[in-house]
């Protein structure tokens, strides 16, 4: 045991916390050990209900200080865990041996029983908790650990009685009830204890002042347990329950598994469950389900294991099985001989109902189909549990609870991939087991199907499992093993489906992307998750309901598509679809794209209504300078047309992985026109919303599609939006040759179009002012709006000309296009910056926040923050950019965009070091350097080491 919390914390073998924060930290982690503990249950541990803003900032400190003494603090997803075996920490060593005394004690082994107790309470060595300074702690763990303390000296007192120990015992009854002088039980005990011992005086003397207590301090008589042991010693009875009369359990539940691995938040989730507060009451109804393959038996066996009921364990298993078939094995095992068990359903319903209503069991239901199945087994003995295993979620069960199993998280995988095929060998070839559970998706029957091969097969070495899993056409032949296998557990599944749902999972596997809605196929998806093949991810930020699916399923249904003519009917028959959808979501984020032929666009709900820009100087139209730094006026402005633009960029943000992983689906299946089509539908969405790799990764294909359908201007149409992504990435060189290798491809507008790129990529400002104003020329003479409105953007930002930018402005506003204006606006509060006139700036870049945060654009949001933030710093109120550039600098690190989070981080580190807040600018100069050395900028890591000299010295 490595960790003690049964008295003041101390950690074995190791150098203890010290601060009383580190020890309420630590104390919080070994409560629950081995499962991982959420940084907001951490904050209120340690600061209870106000906690200071530099809360998750000052806990990581606090976690980084704790790991240089304790091994084992991982971070996880939301949180903190500490990877410490339950049996480490003594409170939970307690728990599990006071279980299994309760045990030993209700299948008659009393002195075993009496052992295990006197072990468990061995452990403590004071009070819980004692020097851990954290009130939600003690709550939440304390006193229920200190009252079942009690409750275990209660019930260890009992079987030493029965033993006939009752003189051994008076001393520590008698401390007790000093202690706790209102709990009866003590009492009683204390009374049967100093009777037995042959002081019948004295334990009439004890019912006296315990009576007197009672009535003293509550106002109450004692109780009927109290006065039976008081009418007992009036009698001269010794009380003791004969071992004899002690009825060993049921116990029909298969052994549990040796090797089991992980889960410790799903039997968490079934421990409590069964055991409401109060104790008995109706009977609990649990339904673990999940995907085929996922290990709900196994952890049915395993919590089962851990249940401590008093008329036992019950166990069958349903698949197919009609519900009467298994009443019949039931009543069997409840003692119903075999000419007794009646011949109709509802007689052998009545006799199960009546049989179970006087026992609290354990009822464990595997493989159950459906609610139908299920009901009628369902025992009525108040405090009963039934647990239920599915691959469906069984809705339709009344009061029934459930939780829905997934994979194993990649260590819990290696641990029983380790388990099974043999910890020497996986730690001997770390990256192919690695690999091995990769491609296992961490489903465990995959896993041990992979690790029993491995066993058997002792010559192969793990890369080699490894290489001949990684051929998808073979790794369903290569997951099997005797009776297990993958394939045999997914077809199960699948035919129990009727035809359409069948045909609806073969055309799933038409499609690699890893999660879809129902438009995908034009059909609902529900009855494949009620089934166990596709699991639920919720609704997704567009409203719909999203499903995902594993990827041995997927293949599956791969397998199942190529025997009835393979992928390219079913992508062929969806492909206009999905290009009219993706069509008109790209118009809601770019409308009247130059050449499309529509210079202005409405949206479905109403048309576009020009807003005229403010004249220069006019103060009433900019409202009240004085107003506080980001205060945007939001309200009253989102029409029904914003609220169509954001809704179709939703959707298209929500569609992201599937519409880029179809470009590479369409083009596979020789469906060339879609994919590039698709491809250039796309890249608006990947430049919004900062998708880089998708962007890169669906640009390649797309050319690749547009050059084997020889279509000369989708290529250019994919050039031009590859000299974008060079572009924002910040390699001019790469996006003038991509928009020079687009131009010998078209003509007229579109070679417009690239001309007008290649002057915003121009390094030579006269040679740039030229190619920009030729654009302009073509665009003007075509009455092309947007390419106007385009090329006076790119004029107006190269030459500081203010009258431009305003023209491009109202340009985009009668097109009808707020994220065109909000750029527009964010080069005239740039402009208006660097002339100083900082209340013009402020008000473009406020204007343009609000038109982002109308429409949902986070990442430009960002861009808006920094310089309103760069405007507050240079009017003279630092105060006010602080938060405009810390949220400029979380959005751009949440999205991945470490060169703008690099720059926003120094923006916040000098405006900290105006304010005089030294301690939060070293934090985010240490944050920006972290940025630079990823990027590899040196310049940028000198500017933040300087600054971080600047800012420790005034610590």
Not at 353 to 367: A, I
Not at 466 to 482: C, I, P, Q, V, W
Not at 487 to 504: C, F, I, Q, T
Not at 516 to 525: K, V
Request: glycine share 10%.
């Amino acid at each position: 045991m490595r960790f003690r919390v049964l008295g003041p914390l101390r950690v074995e073998d190791g150098q203890g916390p010290g601060p009383a924060k580190h020890r309420a930290l630590l104390a919080a982690l070994l409560l629950s050990a081995g499962r991982a503990v959420p940084v907001e249950r951490l904050v209120s541990v340690l600061w209870g209900d106000q906690p200071p803003q530099s809360a998750d900032p000052v806990l990581r400190v606090y976690v980084s200080a704790l790991r240089k003494i304790v091994d084992g603090i991982t971070t996880v997803p939301g949180g903190y865990l500490i990877a410490a075996d339950p049996d480490e920490v003594d409170c939970h060593r307690f728990e599990r041996l006071v279980g299994q005394a309760r045990m030993a004690r209700d299948a008659g082994a009393v002195a075993e029983a009496a052992g295990t107790f006197r072990e468990a309470l061995g452990l403590w060595r004071g009070q819980a908790l004692a020097d851990v300074d954290s009130a939600e702690l003690r709550r939440a763990h304390g006193v229920p650990l200190e009252e079942l303390r009690l409750t275990a000296v209660e019930e260890r007192v009992e079987l030493d009685l029965r033993l006939g120990r009752g003189a051994e015992v008076v001393g520590e009854l008698r401390a007790l009830v000093n202690a706790h002088p209102l709990r009866e039980r003590a009492w009683a005990h204390l009374l049967a204890a100093l009777h037995q011992a042959g002081r019948r005086s004295e334990a009439l003397a004890a019912y006296q002042e315990a009576r007197r207590i009672l009535v003293d301090d509550l106002g109450l008589e004692p109780g009927a347990e109290l006065r039976e042991a008081h009418e007992r010693v009036l009698r001269g009875e010794v009380a003791a329950v004969p071992v004899a009369e002690r009825r060993v359990p049921l116990n029909e539940t298969p052994p549990d598994i040796s090797d089991f691995t992980g889960r410790a938040d799903v039997l968490a989730w079934i421990l409590r469950a069964a055991t409401p507060e109060g104790g008995g009451g109706a009977p609990v109804l649990l339904v673990v389900h999940g995907p085929p393959g996922s290990g709900k038996s196994a952890v049915a066996v395993r919590a089962a294991s851990r249940m401590d009921l008093p008329d036992g364990r019950l166990y069958a298993v349903l698949g197919g099985r009609a519900p009467g078939a298994v009443l019949e094995d039931l009543l069997r095992s409840l003692g119903c001989p075999d000419g007794s068990v009646p011949p109709t359903l509802g007689e052998r319903v009545r006799l199960y109902r009546r049989l179970t209503s006087g026992r609290r069991l354990l009822l464990v239901l595997d493989d159950a189909a459906d609610e139908t199945q299920v009901r009628p087994l369902l025992p009525t003995g108040a405090g009963s549990v039934t647990l239920v295993t599915s691959r469906s979620p069984l809705a339709g069960l009344e009061a029934a609870r459930a939780y829905e199993l997934g994979v194993l998280a990649p260590d819990e995988a290696l641990d029983m991939l380790a388990g099974v095929a043999g910890r020497d060998r996986v730690a001997a070839e770390p990256e192919a087991a690695r690999e091995i559970v990769r491609l296992c998706g961490g489903l465990p029957l995959a896993l041990r199907i992979a690790g029993s091969r491995l066993a058997r097969k002792t010559g192969w070495t793990v890369a080699h499992l490894a290489g001949r899993l990684g051929d998808e056409r073979r790794r369903l032949d290569e997951l099997s093993a005797g009776d297990l296998a993958v394939r045999g557990s997914l077809a199960v599944g699948y035919r129990g489906l009727a035809e359409p749902e069948r045909r609806l999972l073969r055309e799933l596997g038409a499609w690699t992307g890893p999660d879809f809605a129902d438009w995908a196929l034009g059909a609902d998806l529900e009855p494949l998750a009620e089934a166990g093949l596709l699991q639920s991810l919720g609704l997704d930020e567009a409203g719909q309901e999203r499903y995902g699916w594993h990827d041995l399923t997927r293949l599956y249904a791969v397998e199942r598509l190529a025997e009835a003519g393979g992928p390219g009917p079913v992508l062929r028959a969806r492909a206009a679809e999905v290009l009219d959808r993706a069509r008109r979501a790209r118009s809601a984020l770019l409308p009247a794209e130059p050449g499309s032929g529509r210079t202005l666009v409405s949206t479905p709900d109403d048309p576009p209504t020009p807003r005229p820009t403010p004249a220069r100087g006019d103060q009433a139209s900019r409202g009240p300078v004085a107003a506080p730094y980001g205060v945007f006026p939001l309200s009253g402005e989102t029409s029904r047309g914003t609220a169509w633009l954001r809704r179709e960029a939703r959707w298209l943000a929500a569609e992201r992985r599937f519409l880029a992983a179809a470009v590479g689906d369409f083009h596979r299946a020789g469906l060339h026109e879609a994919a590039w089509r698709l491809a250039f539908y796309l890249t608006p969405l990947f430049e919004l919303g900062g998708h880089h790799d998708d962007w890169h990764a669906t640009t390649a294909t797309g050319l690749d599609a547009a050059r084997a359908a020889g279509h000369r201007q989708g290529e250019a149409l994919l050039l031009r939006g590859l000299a974008d992504l060079h572009r924002v990435e910040g390699r001019a060189d790469a996006a003038a040759a991509a928009l020079r290798a687009a131009q010998p491809l078209v003509e007229g507008l579109e070679l417009a179009r690239v001309t007008l790129r290649l002057g915003l990529v121009e390094p030579r400002r006269p040679e740039a002012e030229r190619v920009l104003r030729r654009a302009l020329t073509v665009f003007e003479q075509a009455g092309d709006l947007r390419g106007r409105a385009d090329a006076l953007r790119g004029l107006g930002a190269l030459l500081d000309d203010q009258a431009m930018l305003e023209r491009s402005l109202a340009g985009y506003e009668e097109l009808g296009d707020p994220r065109g204006a909000a750029e527009a606006r964010l080069d005239l509060a740039r402009l208006h910056l660097r002339a100083g006139r900082y209340a013009e700036a402020r008000e473009h870049a406020e204007l343009r926040i609000a038109a982002n945060r109308r429409l949902g654009d986070r990442l430009p949001e960002a861009a808006g923050l920094l310089v309103l933030a760069a405007v507050a710093r240079a009017a003279g109120v630092p105060e006010s950019a602080a938060e405009p550039a810390r949220q400029a600098a979380e959005t751009y690190t949440a999205y991945g965009d470490r060169r703008n989070a690099a720059a926003a981080l120094l923006l916040l580190a000098r405006t900290y070091l105006e304010l005089g807040r030294n301690d939060g600018a070293v934090d985010a100069l240490m944050r920006a350097m972290g940025e630079f050395d990823v990027l590899g900028d040196r310049q940028g890591r000198a500017e933040a080491e300087h600054l971080a000299r600047e800012a420790r010295r005034r610590l």
